[in-house]
């Protein structure tokens, strides 16, 4: 009877051990050999780009990769390989494939050319779907981007959104020669969505002033909002005041990018023009510059809504903690007296401070004034969750 039980429970463990095992991974290996067994077996290559620290990579390995009808999909069908990001050829590797969060989830063929990918946590079913897609040549994200300027504009859609996704650089660049065949850049829902949504630009200033012209036909659609339209006109008049279509240099000039904001927003320029300064410098480590970008929508209330100047100090109130200017800072808001239009939104002030305090782990300053903001029935409902929230966490 005892040898009866230790026989179940041996075969027991070996199935179990056969379960775990799940797909068979080669396991940060040297990229050349990867290709060179791609090829030589003639399959695409499933990469799980991951990162030691990374909750749902982990979670993929422990739940996903080990049942069997993922492991039998994957193992017959693809060379499977785990590369950390953060070491040997994993830096070159997510140059390479635009991966900058985790889990990645990559399809390459054997020449090295990514085919599909997908970013984060999946279900078993979403997994093996996901591999199908990357398998079938009339789903791969390459051969869209192969035949990008031959799609229908639902079928361009789908491929923009794919390339925002994965971060592909070429969107630029295949964006304005989809756009520049169309008769009409806002003929239909598509193109509309494509331009709101997706395209990081439109090409040429032309297309942005006829963007710019024809609010009221994308508000039409019953989609966006105006905030919305007003938002998509700031992007798209930056990114096309940064482009080399009107920057000769390597240096930004900033009149060219004042003239077009003038030109396409101008009730909100000085404020944006600003505020685009600020973070440019912040982005390019100069201070000074950015700080002072921040004093000119301090030092001219009446160039910006409150709220505007409001999120200026929030987005750059550490910067000044740092450099010892904050209280200063904070008289200047305090001096700025709330406009009748924006009543409502006098309690911004606090609630700045109370983001600030508590972002430079001013505890005190912070209990106060979220004390403050806790209290008065002027406070919306939803400010009062975010302070609670951040008082919890303390």
Request: hydrophobic residues 40%; proline residues 4%; contains cysteine.
């Amino acid at each position: 009877m005892i040898k009866r039980i230790y026989i179940v429970l041996f075969a027991l463990l070996v199935n179990l051990n056969a379960n775990a095992q799940g797909i068979n991974f080669m396991d940060n290996p040297k990229w050349e050999t990867v290709l060179e067994k791609a090829k030589k077996e003639n399959k695409i290559i499933f990469l799980d780009a991951y990162a030691t620290w990374c909750g749902p990579c982990k979670q993929m390995e422990t739940d996903v990769y080990v049942k069997k009808e993922v492991a039998d999909f994957y193992n017959a069908n693809f060379i499977n390989v785990k590369i950390d990001m953060e070491k040997g050829e994993g830096a070159m590797l997510a140059d390479r494939y635009y991966v900058n969060a985790y889990p990645n989830l990559v399809f390459i063929n054997p020449d090295g050319a990514m085919l599909h990918k997908a970013v984060g946590f999946k279900e078993a079913e979403e997994f093996v779907a996901l591999g199908k897609e990357a398998k079938n040549p009339e789903s791969q994200y390459y051969t869209l981007k192969k035949k990008a300027l031959e799609l229908s504009n639902a079928q361009f859609l789908v491929f923009a959104e794919k390339a925002m996704e994965f971060e592909d650089d070429d969107l630029f660049e295949i964006g304005e020669s989809y756009l520049a065949k169309q008769p009409d850049i806002l003929a239909n829902a598509d193109l509309i969505n494509l331009v709101m949504k997706y395209l990081p630009a439109l090409g040429d200033e032309k297309n942005l002033k006829y963007f710019a012209d024809n609010k009221s036909r994308i508000l039409r659609e019953g989609i966006y909002t105006e905030a919305d339209f007003e938002s998509r006109l700031v992007d798209l008049t930056l990114q096309y005041a940064m482009s080399s279509k009107v920057q000769f240099s390597d240096e930004l000039d900033f009149d060219i990018v004042k003239s077009l904001l003038d030109k396409y927003v101008p009730q909100s320029s000085f404020f944006i023009y600003n505020y685009f300064r600020a973070q440019y410098f912040l982005g390019n480590k100069e201070v000074a510059p950015a700080m002072d970008a921040v004093n000119q929508i301090l030092n001219n209330p009446s160039k910006s809504t409150y709220a505007q100047i409001c999120n200026a100090v929030m987005a750059l109130g550490p910067v000044f903690f740092e450099n010892g200017q904050l209280d200063e800072t904070f008289k200047k808001l305090d001096s700025i007296p709330v406009p009748e239009s924006e009543k409502d939104l006098a309690y911004l002030k606090d609630f700045t401070k109370a983001v600030v305090y508590n972002k430079t782990q001013q505890q005190d300053k912070f209990k106060t004034v979220a004390d403050n903001i806790l209290k008065s029935d002027k406070t919306p409902k939803d400010v009062k969750f975010i302070i609670e929230q951040y008082l919890n966490k303390k």
